[in-house]
């Protein structure tokens, strides 16, 4: 079946520990995108890539990293220097978007990150 | 500023009845798409329902439809005959045309709980 896969699901960390969150895509997709959502709030788009070898910053880049160097993956870094990392992480894909509006995004289950 | 704007943090439905969620966006884009989404317990994100600013009816998905009010900025989603399962966050989402890549911008959500 085709979809997106997060792993770990739950995932516990030290303070001031580096650490990377997995998303894997099968969809073909072209584009990727990384979410924080904080408790009873909205999505905030942290990195997106339109293409392999190319990533941009989104609205709440500062203290994570991100890598594409396959078309299947979108690893994310939690770097110490994020002062609140503690939230639930959503990674999603989608088709590369042109001038059609209608471009979905597909999310995969999410990851929760504790920072102890 | 807030771009989308969700009013309602919570709402209780009855089953069978219908339920509508408010969101009011903005934006200085003439070419945008307005996406609701659900987010169950579980924390994946479903896509429910798109509406295009040009798209001259409003949009219908089954037991969800979009009442669009475009001079208003609005994006209103009707849920009809409530179910259980309709109880989860329902979160509004614009992407502006214009703008480079297939971003995202969500509302902060509308909790729905349905009474059996």
């Known amino acids: 079946d085709g979809g997106i896969t997060q792993s770990p699901k739950y995932l516990f960390r030290k303070e001031g520990q580096n650490v990377t969150l997995s998303c894997e895509q099968n969809l073909n997709h072209d584009a990727m995108y990384w979410y924080r959502q904080d408790p009873g709030q909205g999505l905030r788009l942290i990195y997106y890539s339109q293409i392999v070898n190319d990533f941009q910053k989104g609205d709440i880049a500062e203290g994570y990293s991100v890598s594409r160097e396959k078309k299947e993956s979108f690893p994310l870094t939690v770097t110490s220097a994020q002062k609140n990392p503690t939230a639930f992480y959503l990674c999603?894909?989608?088709?590369?978007?042109?001038?059609?509006?209608?471009?979905?995004?597909?999310f995969g289950p999410g990851t929760r990150l504790t920072v102890l | 500023a807030q771009k989308i704007t969700q009013t309602q943090p919570g709402m209780f439905v009855q089953e069978k009845e219908a339920v509508t969620l408010d969101c009011t966006y903005d934006t200085s884009d003439q070419s945008y798409g307005l996406f609701w989404y659900k987010q169950p317990s579980s924390g994946e994100m479903i896509f429910l329902i798109y509406?295009?600013?040009?798209?001259?009816q409003n949009a219908t998905e089954g037991r969800y439809s979009l009442n669009f009010q475009k001079a208003r900025k609005s994006a209103n989603l009707v849920i009809s005959a409530s179910q259980l399962g309709d109880s989860a966050m329902y979160f509004c989402a614009m992407r502006e045309l214009q703008a480079a890549g297939n971003k995202l911008t969500f509302g902060g959500g509308t909790r729905v709980l349905v009474k059996p």
């Open positions: 509406q295009g600013s040009y798209d001259e």
């Open positions: 999603a894909s989608s088709i590369a978007a042109g001038t059609s509006g209608r471009v979905e995004q597909f």
